[in-house]
């Protein structure tokens, strides 16, 4: 007799694992139920196969955690836990270097790592790390797979969830998916997109807006051998879709096997230890003629069957949506509450409104980004921050300030004319250039006598608001731009704020000496204080103050008992604000009541009761 030893893998009797598949089957069934040629029922098998295979070998450390996980679902929003985002490079040499760093990110109560993309990328520029060559194998320079897993292991161990980049748009040139495309193997057919003339590439062009319109304009890129059928053909080739940079084709999701084949990148990140998952790009996975090409729903179904899939492996990891949109466009990220999609998402529309407020001296602008940001299902969480790796584009804002609004908030960031010193990156035509620079020197924390204040005003802001606040590698030392960023990066000018940590500097920021002292201190005082607030973990979303004065940017959170009022004077000059209750002043325990005096550029954190 021939027993067939039983199969180990994901539980699909009736539980509460079956509705997610069932919710994965849905949105698949949308994308591929229909392809010519190809068997749904096959494919669902295939996806069955790829889950069985990851769930047994998934280590009973991490199956005990997924089982903690269960009754955990807000383990990554802790109140006061901020993230911390930093290329492994820059902040710590190695993975290895990084594992050192742990009790650095513990001082600050850090709860999430996300190190920029660490996978292995291909050689020469990179558009840092974001040009993946392999997805199964970590940079060299940074270390192993089993650096990897430790780094992993190390952070859990000190209550840190480590989140990954997963580039799914696209991949590096030189991926092995895409030299087996090019080669005309059968395994990769279909998995990135050729047009074979250029008015085709005109009829799609004239939807798509260009991302990097001064460093690589188009989406397309011409590659010889491309599209054509027997490879090697002299002189033959196709136009490939390249949305960022040249070296960055864009996979083709139209394809069923390029979701099996990133399933299968997720599933070994999340069994190597990843606790969450930038999806970088998010925005841009499904194509349509006719249309811009992102936010499409394709690209919802997507994130929709990855987040139900991965539910079933790994119950509690993190999906964050790297969809730098108008608001409108982001909060559909999230999902419903039964179909989620990602659990997280940059908070774009408030970072962006922050530095337009600053600018302005007015917080206008913020009251129409918070009621949008407020818009969003109870499930979702923003990523809110004040800076990240990549440029801060204006044009989430596009729906409440107009192209020459935008276009004074460059200059005054990258104009010279003003404290801050940025620099301006590139815009399409008729937009205004995006801003590049690190908080502190956006901020004028060099020159300006308020700099300092200022930054710490930001940051105040930023970890007021709902979600999860985030620190951008060397902000919490007031550490300013790279000088030397243009050497071997230019016309890249997202260089100029992705400085090395300057450790030096941070030993005496930890020592609480000078400025860097003061914000870091400054930082890890706001996390005490929410810590340690009373039914913090239930505080409701931040909305705007109706009798707020045009200076003093104002919100409030309401709390089981009372109101947290975040409440910030953007001007030079001194600020009354009248509280309507007594309160209590957050930062120093004071009791206030009536009206209160606001110096230049503080923020407040009052306790209403
Ligand atoms: C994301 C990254 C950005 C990168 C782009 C292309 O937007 O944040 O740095 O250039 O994706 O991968």
Partial sequence: MCVTPPVAGPDLSPSPDIDHWYTAREALRRLYGDVPGHSFAAFMAEVARVLADASAARSRDLTARDIRRRNDADWFSRPGRPAYSAYVDKFAGTLKGCIARIPYLQDLNVGLFHPLPLLKPRDGDSDGGFAVADFGAVDPKLGTFDDLRDLAGALRRADIGLVLDVVCNHTAEEHAWAQGWLAGDPAYADFYITLDDEAEMAAWSAHLVDVFPATAPGSFTWVEGAGVEGAGVEGAGGWVWTTFNPYQWDLNYANPRVFLAMLDVLFTLANAGVDGFRLDSVAYLWKAKGTICRNLDG?????????????????????????????????????????????MAYNNTAMTALWAAVAEGDGAIFDAALT???????????????????????????????????KRWTKFYAGGESFAEGLAFQANAGAAASVCGMAASLCGVADDAFGLDRLKLVYSVVYALDGVPMIYMGDEIAQTNDAAFAIGHEPDVRWLHRPAMDWRAAGQAQAEDGPQGEIFAHLRMLSEVLMALPGYDAAGPALPLPSRDGPVLAFARAL????????ANLSGENQTIRLIKPATDLFDGLRLAGATMLPPWQALWVHEI
Avoid at 560 to 567: A, D, I, Q
Wanted: hydrophobic fraction near 45%; include cysteine; proline fraction near 6%.
């Fill in 299 to 343: 690209a919802h179904d997507i994130v929709t069957a990855f987040r139900a899939l991965l539910t079933m492996l790994a119950p509690g990891s993190l999906l964050l949506a790297e969809a730098i949109e108008d608001v409108r466009h982001v909060v559909p990220f999230f999902g419903d509450p039964l179909r989620r999609q990602c659990d």
């Fill in 560 to 567: 089981p008992k009372g109101r947290l009022l975040c409440l």
């Fill in 372 to 406: 949008g940001a407020a818009d969003k299902p109870e499930h979702g969480t923003w990523l809110n921050y004040a800076r990240c790796h990549d440029d801060i584009i204006w044009g989430a804002l596009g729906g409440i300030a107009d192209a020459t609004r935008q």
